[in-house]
């Protein structure tokens, strides 16, 4: 089992960018896929990005490709979600989540959650 908190969220203006980090407890985080996903209010979560558990693969929404960079480090068993060039409609909670199945995109193939936190882009 594992748990997954999350930092980095803020405030920020369209343009500008934050860096997100997924702190996991445990000694087995390099056997699990890590994925961003988001929710904003009145929608439903959607994937952001995933990585595989070397980081040799990842995946990324249409809609932050070129603008969002995920990474990982298995020695310190924190996952990272670069945020660059935000905009308005990045506006969420975003949660990392976890997965020892294997490679998916899907919410509910993650079986570990982090509680979320807020990120808001001003105009």
């Known amino acids: 089992q594992v748990q997954l908190v999350e930092s980095g969220g803020g405030l920020v203006r369209s343009g500008g960018s934050l860096r997100l980090s997924c702190a996991a407890s445990g000694r087995t985080f390099s056997r699990y896929t890590m994925g961003w996903f988001r929710q904003a209010l009145g929608k439903e979560r959607e994937i952001v990005a995933t990585i595989t558990r070397t980081g040799a693969i990842t995946y990324y929404a249409d809609s932050v490709k070129g603008r969002f960079t995920i990474s990982r480090d298995n020695a310190k068993n924190t996952a990272y979600l670069q945020m660059n060039n935000l905009k308005p409609e990045d506006t969420a909670v975003y949660y990392c989540?976890?997965?020892?199945?294997?490679w998916g995109t899907g919410a509910t193939q993650y079986g570990y959650w982090g509680q979320g936190t807020q990120v808001t882009v001003s105009s």
């Open positions: 989540a976890a997965d020892l199945t294997g």
